[in-house]
């Protein structure tokens, strides 16, 4: 039997793909295995947002083909769509499939066949045109199927929706493509325009999982609060939530990310309104210099972000707040960068991502003059992390004493194995001082020293043994 490994980079709407692929695999009969140097076929699904994200996918393929050469590689997602040829000089890989073929990677998978008296690793089949009915270019050592990605109307094909894969909460991508042009931002070029899933795909596929013992689910897209403007008629993402709570099962749905401008009144009060809907607003930032949001081409000011933290906190006062900051971006000062710094101090943010500025090919920001010099940049985003996780503390401790409701998750390999993983509506993660099983809702009082003491008894069925 033919057997894969998926290794996975960057978002949510990656991992959610990744997810379709392995849940398409498995579909076919071929068998997922724990680790790459034991599978015939890696599938690498990378990102393309940063420098550091290019290099982290070149590292794994190297550390894959020196590990096993026999191993054939497929390279998709982003930065297969952005660079092909560069990924397809790398010793191992055999294909290079953009975003724009991502679905083709099951036929690709297809073609490995064991032949009398060697692996199945070995017995790669060339992939032609016919077999696929693609075009296929060829690179210096491997195929690349890539396409122009602004030719999609749609999601991409069946099954798109998030597999289950290894996860508690399961990442649903309902959208895909941004029509945005952030001056920084490659994705829109290598995940094309704004396209939705129907809103009676999304409510059958959460039933489906909800039916299957799923608890949690995570919605995602790219640009997830412009879900449905692109359908006919138009659907509004607030519009798809009330669908979800009054036709589903579902316990518990949480938000990716949206950007601010799409947090209305509306929205925080629909979620204010259950707890079916996890308190958990994902904003990105990028700064709050108002200059540099101009330059960035960012559709805000400081201003109307910091009505909209207000807006949750007057609803919402314990729900998550986190936020996506890029320091470092050309022509940022240091009183650009302290300025960001004094913002955040003084709101109530739980985390944040921070992210060094890095030069993307074909954006309008690679052009722009006053790049940051590398050592100033590393600093800056320095000085935010400390920032973040002194925001962290302070919003767990203001949960200390209150209980909330967790899902348990699964036990990774560093793990207590004497105490559960789980994660609250508000985005608290902790250990439970108790063996449990995942996925199962406990209520728990939120203590002093990053743990909590379970608020009463889980059902029987929840307990498992050491």
Not at 95 to 100: E, I, Q, W
Not at 198 to 223: C, D, F, H, M, T
Not at 245 to 254: C, F, Y
Not at 342 to 367: C, M, N, W
Request: one cysteine or more; a positive charge.
């Amino acid at each position: 039997m033919t057997t894969f490994y998926i290794e996975q980079f960057g978002c949510r709407a990656t991992q959610a793909d990744g997810a379709a692929i392995e849940r398409q695999l498995r579909e076919q009969g071929y068998r997922m295995v724990a680790q790459a140097s034991a599978a015939d076929v890696v599938v690498l699904n990378t990102c393309t947002v940063t420098a550091a994200a290019d290099t982290q996918a070149r590292d794994a393929i190297r550390k894959i083909h020196v590990a096993s050469p026999a191993t054939r590689i497929i390279v998709t997602g982003c930065y297969a769509q952005r660079a092909p040829d560069e990924l397809a000089a790398l010793p191992g890989v055999t294909h290079v499939v953009g975003n724009s073929h991502k679905t083709q990677i099951p036929a690709l998978v297809d073609t490995i066949r064991a032949k009398p008296g060697i692996s199945a690793a070995s017995g790669l089949l060339p992939l032609t045109a016919l077999q696929t009915g693609l075009p296929v270019a060829e690179a210096a050592t491997a195929r690349i199927l890539t396409g122009d990605i602004f030719d999609l109307s749609e999601i991409l094909a069946a099954p798109v929706l998030g597999g289950e894969g290894s996860h508690t909460r399961p990442i649903l991508k309902i959208q895909d493509g941004c029509n945005s042009r952030c001056s920084f931002c490659v994705i829109p070029f290598v995940r094309g325009r704004s396209r939705s899933l129907a809103p009676g795909k999304v409510v059958a596929e959460i039933q489906r999982l909800a039916e299957a013992g799923y608890r949690e689910i995570v919605l995602s897209g790219i640009n997830l609060g412009t879900y449905g403007r692109d359908l006919t008629p138009r659907v509004e993402f607030l519009e798809l939530l009330r669908q979800i709570l009054g036709e589903t099962s579902l316990e518990r749905v949480r938000v990716s990310s949206v950007e601010p401008l799409d947090v209305t009144r509306d929205l925080v009060e629909l979620f204010a309104s259950t707890r079916r809907l996890a308190p958990h607003f994902h904003m990105p930032l990028q700064s709050a210099a108002d200059r540099i949001l101009a330059a960035m081409h960012r559709w805000y000011r400081a201003e109307h972000y910091a009505r909209r933290v207000e807006i949750i906190r007057e609803r919402l006062p314990h729900a998550a707040i986190g936020a996506d900051v890029i320091t470092g971006f050309p022509g940022e000062t240091e009183e650009d960068h302290a300025c960001t710094l004094r913002f955040i101090e003084q709101r109530g943010f739980t985390y944040l991502h921070v992210f060094s500025y890095s030069r993307r090919p074909g954006t309008k920001a690679d052009l722009l003059p006053n790049q940051i010099v590398g050592s100033v940049i590393k600093r800056r985003a320095r000085e935010l992390r400390e920032l973040a996780k002194e925001k962290s503390a302070e919003f767990f401790r203001s949960q200390a004493g209150r209980t909330l409701r967790f899902l348990t998750l699964r036990r990774g390999a560093k793990d207590d194995p004497c105490r559960t993983p789980a994660i609250s509506e508000n985005f608290l993660t902790l250990e439970l001082p108790f063996v449990l099983s995942p996925n199962q809702f406990v209520d728990a009082t939120v203590g002093q020293e990053g743990d909590a003491n379970l608020a009463g008894l889980p059902a029987a069925a929840a307990l498992t043994t050491t």
